[in-house]
């Protein structure tokens, strides 16, 4: 996912790749720091990925659009469950020998520099980045999970333990020990 700035023309462009995850995912991966491995998701289908350069003299625009399906570990029941994937993040990117002209009023400065030699946008890092923070609030396989049973570890979406009854059960004779006080 490379793109070659210097011979574009100012102006707006747009790109568009299919990637597979074994193309921008290594073995090694390395996990953000403010996640656990369990929540990193786990990917197996295409990536869709949409960049728009916007290139004027001083500045390249990046705004990039990424859409594919992540495996995640639902919190309750820890079956394995897949979900969407819509993301985007953007940056702006200033070649070296430009970046002495000063900047207008309410320009954002936190920009990437380019290589004078070689300026191209490889966008397969910060895809990377963006898919491993597409974390959902809730990891959770379905909204109504009614998760294991803290009892006997029973997954209860697909079958009931006996545990509940049991319980009811102690609270029944419970009810009944307070009524005979
Ligand atoms: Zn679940
Ligand atoms: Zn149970």
């Avoid at 720091?33 to 728009?52: G, N």
């Avoid at 004078?116 to 890092?125: A, G, V």
């Avoid at 009811?168 to 009524?179: A, C, I, P, Q, T």
Wanted: aromatic share 8%; hydrophobic share 35%; charged share 25%.
């Amino acid at each position: 996912m490379k793109i070659q700035v210097e011979t574009l023309s100012n102006g707006i462009h747009e790109y568009k790749f299919v990637v597979l995850p074994e193309e921008i995912f290594s073995d090694d991966l390395t996990v953000p720091a403010d996640l656990s491995i369990q929540e990193v998701p786990d990917f197996q289908h295409p990536i869709y990925v949409a960049a728009t350069i916007e290139k004027n003299t001083r500045h390249v625009y990046l705004k990039v659009s990424i859409h594919t399906i992540g495996k995640f570990q639902c919190d309750r029941c820890v079956e394995y469950f897949e979900n969407e994937i819509d993301n985007s993040y953007e940056a702006v990117y200033r070649y070296q020998s430009r970046v002495p002209f000063p900047l207008q009023t309410g320009e954002n400065d936190d920009f990437i520099i380019l290589d004078e030699n070689n300026p191209i946008i490889d966008l397969s890092e910060d895809v990377r980045q963006t898919l491993l923070l597409s974390v959902p609030m809730k990891l959770l396989c379905k909204e109504s999970c009614a998760g294991l049973c803290s009892h006997c570890g029973t997954n209860l979406n697909e079958q009931p333990c006996d545990c509940i009854s049991e319980i009811d059960e102690r609270w029944n004779s419970l009810v009944s020990l307070k009524r005979n006080n």
